[in-house]
C-alpha cells in the first residue's frame, strides 16, 4: 500500500463518539461511570485511553461496542448510529464491524487455536472450508503457524493474546477496540502485542482503540487520552499526547 | 464449520455417558412395556381370527372367561339349530383352571361334532388330544416344567402331555387343550357346554342373527367375534393401560430430567463462552442452535442404545420367562423416537433462556 493510499484513507472516520453518557443505577445511588464523552478515531490511527482504575475506561469500550446501552449520547461507527439500533441487528454489527480483544483473553477453551477463529467466520454465515482457510491464514501471519491446533490451555500468554487478536480481525472489521490487552503480558510480549495492533491499524487501514494503564506502550500510540471520572482531562505528565490533536478531537 | 456442540458435549464423556445412559433407561423401559402390552392385544387377535365363526354364544354376564365361567346346557345347542340364520353351532369347553402347580391356563376342549368349525389346526396342534393326554401351550409347559410324555395335573386329575404347541390360541397363551369327554368330567358337568361358535347363513347378518338368538335362547349372550375380542381388549386395556401410562410417563420424566440437567449445567459452565459468543457477534437463534443439538445429540445417543438394548433385552426376557411375550412394532420405535425428540426439546427450554439472559458486556470483567 503506497504513502499516499494510506493518507487519503487515514481521513476517513471510523469511530464517532458524542456525548456519550452510561449512568448506572438511579436516585441516590446512581452513578455516572462514563460523561459526556467526545471522540473521533479515523483509519490508521491507534488511540490509547488510560486512567485510573474505575475512571470508566471498561465501561467507555462496552459502549462503544455495542455490548451496553448508553443512557444519553450517540456512538457512530463507519456512519452508522448503533446507539439507535434494534437490539436483534447489533449481532450483524459486532461481527462485521468491530473486533474485540480481551484483557483475558476469552478463548473457547474446547476450541484448537484454529477452530477459536474459525468459529467468528462461522457466525458471518461461511462455514465451509474457506473460513478454515482464512482462519489458518491470519494465525499464520500473526506467528501462530506452529500453534494451529493447539487449545488454549496448552498456550503461553502471548499466543493466547495473538489468537484473540487473529479472531478480533478475523472478519475485517474496521473498528478494533482492546481493553488492557498487555496487562497479562510480560514487557516484552506486551508491546509486541499492541505492535501487531498498531500494525494492523497501519497497513490494512484499520481504527484502533486500546485500553491500558501499561506505560510500556506509550510510545506507540499515535494519540494518548486520559480518562478520569468519566471524562477525558489534560494530563501533562504523560510522556506522549500530541497536543493540536487533542484539542481537535476532546 | 466448527462443531462446537459437539465440542461442548464430548469435553465431558462421563456426563454425556451418564445422560446418554439415563435416556436409553428410559427408552429401553418404555420399548418394553410397549411390546409387552402390544404382544397381548395381538393374541387376543389372534384368538378372534383363529376361531372362524361369526357369533360367540356364552351364559349371559359372563363374556370375558377369566373372569366368569359360562355354564350353558347341551340343550341351547339345539335350541340355537332352530334359530333362522343359523347354520351350524359348535360347542366349546373352556374353564380357568391351575395347570401344573400353580399358574392358571385356559382348559378347553373342543367336542366332535357335525359341524366342525373349529378345528384342531386351529388350535395348532397336529391331531386332537386322545383320552388321559393334554395338549400344553408351550408358555403352560415352560412354566409346569414339563414337557411331551410327562404328567401334569389338573384340576383333581393327571393327564400326560401329548404336544406342546407354540401358537396354542387362547386368551395370553396360557391354554391347555383335552378331549372332550375328559373336561366334561373335569368341570363336573358332562350336560354342559362353555360357549358356542356359531356360523351364520351366507345370506343372514351376524349382527340380526345375534339379536335373534338372544331373543329366542334366554339365557345367553350372542357376540360377534369382534365384540368378544374387544371384550377382552377392553379387559386388558382397563387393568393395564393406566399401569403402562404411568410407567410410560415416569420413563419419559427421567429422561427429560436426564437431558435437562445434563444441557442446564453444561450451559451454566459455558456462561462465559456464550457471553464471548455473543460479543463476537453470535445471534440468539446460532447459541441456541448450539444448545439445541447437544440436547438432540444426547437424546439420539440415548434412543438408539436404549432401542438396541430393549430388543436384546426382551430376547432374554422371554427365553428366561416364558410368560413374558413381546411384540416389537415399528409404530412403537417411531413413537418412543418422537417421545424422545420431545423430551429433548422440552430439555433445552430453561438452558435457552439462560443463554438468552447472558449479558455479553461479562467479556470485559476479568
Ligand atoms: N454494571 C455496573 N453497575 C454498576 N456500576 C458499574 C457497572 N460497571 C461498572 N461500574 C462502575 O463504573 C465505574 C467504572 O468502571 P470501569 O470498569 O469502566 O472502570 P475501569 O476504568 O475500566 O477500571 P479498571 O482500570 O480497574 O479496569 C466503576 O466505579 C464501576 O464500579
Ligand atoms: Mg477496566
Redesign the pocket.
Known amino acids: 500500500m503506497g504513502a499516499q493510499a494510506v493518507e487519503t484513507r487515514a481521513a476517513e472516520i471510523v469511530l464517532e463518539v458524542r456525548g456519550l453518557t452510561k449512568v ?2 438511579s436516585g441516590d445511588a446512581a ?1 455516572t ?1 462514563v460523561d459526556g464523552i467526545d471522540l473521533t478515531v479515523r483509519r490508521g490511527e491507534l488511540v490509547i485511553i488510560m ?10 469500550l462496552t459502549l462503544i461496542g455495542s455490548l451496553l446501552k448508553p443512557t444519553s449520547g450517540t456512538v457512530h461507527i463507519n456512519g452508522l448510529d448503533v446507539t439507535a439500533m434494534k437490539e436483534s441487528a447489533l449481532p450483524e454489527v459486532r461481527r462485521h464491524s468491530v473486533g474485540f480483544i480481551f484483557q483475558s483473553y476469552n478463548l473457547l477453551e474446547s476450541l484448537t487455536a484454529v477452530e477459536n477463529v474459525e468459529v467468528v467466520l462461522n457466525l458471518a454465515g461461511g462455514g465451509g472450508r474457506t473460513d478454515a482457510v482464512k482462519a489458518e491464514q491470519l494465525l499464520t501471519d500473526l506467528g501462530m503457524g506452529h500453534r494451529l491446533h493447539f487449545k488454549p490451555r496448552d498456550l503461553s500468554g502471548g499466543e493466547k493474546q495473538r489468537v484473540s487478536v487473529a479472531r478480533g480481525l478475523a472478519n475485517d472489521p474496521e473498528l478494533i477496540l482492546a481493553d ?1 490487552p498487555t496487562a497479562n503480558l510480560d514487557s516484552k510480549h506486551g508491546p509486541e502485542i499492541v505492535l501487531l495492533l498498531r500494525a494492523v491499524a497501519k497497513e490494512l487501514g484499520r481504527a484502533a482503540v486500546v ?1 491500558s ?1 501499561d506505560a510500556r506502550i506509550q510510545e506507540l500510540a499515535d494519540r494518548i487520552l486520559w ?1 478520569e471520572d468519566g471524562r477525558f482531562k489534560d494530563n501533562p505528565g504523560l510522556a506522549v499526547a500530541p497536543a493540536e490533536e487533542k484539542t481537535t478531537e476532546v | 464449520m466448527v462443531p462446537l456442540a459437539r465440542r461442548y458435549l464430548f469435553s465431558d464423556k462421563i456426563r454425556l455417558a451418564i445422560a446418554a445412559g439415563g435416556v436409553a433407561f428410559a427408552v429401553l423401559l418404555i420399548v418394553l412395556i410397549l411390546a409387552l402390552y402390544q404382544s397381548f392385544i395381538d393374541q387376543i387377535g389372534q384368538l378372534a381370527s383363529a376361531a372362524p365363526s361369526d357369533l360367540w354364544v356364552m351364559q349371559t354376564g359372563t363374556p370375558d372367561p377369566a373372569h366368569g365361567a359360562s355354564i350353558l346346557p347341551n340343550s341351547v345347542l339345539s335350541d340355537l339349530q332352530e334359530v333362522p340364520g343359523v347354520a351350524a353351532a359348535q360347542p366349546l369347553l373352556s374353564r380357568a383352571m391351575q395347570v401344573g402347580n400353580a399358574r392358571f391356563g385356559f382348559v378347553m376342549a373342543v367336542p366332535e361334532g357335525p359341524f366342525q368349525t373349529l378345528t384342531i389346526e386351529a388350535f395348532g396342534a397336529a391331531s386332537p388330544p386322545e383320552k388321559g393326554t393334554v395338549i400344553l401351550s408351550e408358555v403352560l409347559a415352560k412354566d409346569a416344567g414339563v414337557g411331551p410324555g410327562d404328567d401334569v395335573d389338573i384340576g383333581a386329575s393327571s393327564f400326560e402331555v401329548a404336544e406342546v404347541s407354540s401358537s396354542l390360541i387362547g386368551s395370553f397363551s396360557v391354554s391347555a387343550l383335552l378331549d372332550s369327554q375328559d373336561a366334561a368330567q373335569l368341570f363336573g358337568d358332562p350336560e354342559a357346554f362353555s360357549f358356542a361358535l356359531v356360523v351364520v347363513s351366507p345370506d343372514a347378518d351376524p349382527e340380526q342373527v345375534a339379536a335373534a338368538i338372544e331373543d329366542q335362547v334366554p339365557g345367553t349372550d350372542a357376540l360377534t367375534g369382534q365384540e368378544f375380542a374387544d371384550v377382552l381388549r377392553q379387559e386388558i386395556e382397563e387393568g393395564f393401560l393406566p399401569i403402562i401410562a404411568v410407567i410410560i410417563g415416569l420413563a419419559f420424566v427421567v429422561g427429560l430430567a436426564v437431558i435437562a440437567l445434563t444441557i442446564y449445567t453444561s450451559t451454566v459452565e459455558r456462561t462465559r463462552d456464550y457471553g464471548v459468543l455473543k460479543a463476537v457477534g453470535a445471534s440468539p437463534w446460532q447459541l441456541f442452535a448450539v444448545v439445541v443439538r447437544q440436547s438432540v445429540v444426547v437424546a439420539l445417543a440415548g434412543y438408539v442404545l436404549g432401542a438396541g438394548l430393549g430388543v436384546v433385552v426382551g430376547r432374554l426376557l422371554q427365553d428366561a420367562v416364558p410368560s413374558f411375550t413381546l411384540l416389537f412394532r415399528w409404530q412403537d420405535f417411531l413413537f418412543v423416537l418422537a417421545a424422545v425428540l420431545v423430551m429433548s426439546a422440552v430439555a433445552t427450554l430453561v438452558p435457552v433462556r439462560r443463554v438468552a439472559s447472558i449479558d455479553p458486556a461479562i467479556v470485559f470483567r476479568a
Open positions: 448506572f443505577g452513578f461511570a486512567g485510573p482504575s474505575g475512571s470508566g475506561k471498561t465501561t467507555l488492557e485500553v494503564h480518562l
